[in-house]
């Protein structure tokens, strides 16, 4: 099999248009923040959420979708969060398993995690936060929110 040997584009340089045609640079707006430093001056300590609290979430949303039973995730939900589960448990409508798409996390002191989760369902995006401390080596889901209405479940 033989290759062809590129062709030059065909579209002019940049370097060879009138001034009036080249994008304007302008000096940042705004100075650059340390790499290192959160927006509240916190040091971060990674930008990636704990693998555990990724799987607590993915638990949490198949609950939300009835695919997974409250009982189920008995160690990992306080006895509030549980009972709230039961009562959600099928609230969101998703023919398929939901699918966890984005989860942010803020560190908590002392020893929590505060966590908001996207999941897509068929055509939609829900949504959901819960907080999460750290309670015998495990994580344990202490407060739930979701974009679902009071009334729902």
Do not use: K, N, Y
Request: aromatic letters at 4%.
């Amino acid at each position: 099999m033989t290759h062809e040997r590129r062709r030059p584009c065909p579209r002019p340089v940049c370097d060879r248009r009138p001034a009036a045609c080249r994008p304007v640079t302008t000096p940042a707006r705004t100075p650059l923040r340390s790499a290192r430093a959160g927006r509240c001056g916190s040091p971060l300590a990674g930008h990636r959420t704990p693998g555990d609290v990724r799987l607590l979430a993915q638990w949490m949303a198949e609950v939300l979708v009835g695919r997974r039973r409250p009982e189920a995730m008995r160690d990992f939900v306080a006895v509030p969060v549980r009972e709230e589960l039961r009562r959600l448990r099928g609230a969101v409508p998703c023919e398929l398993s939901p699918r966890l798409e984005r989860v942010f996390h803020q560190p908590h002191p002392p020893a929590a995690l505060e966590v908001s989760a996207v999941i897509s369902c068929d055509r939609r995006a829900r949504a959901f936060a819960f907080r999460a401390s750290r309670e015998d080596g495990r994580w344990v889901c202490t407060h739930l929110e979701t974009d679902l209405p009071r009334g729902a479940g």
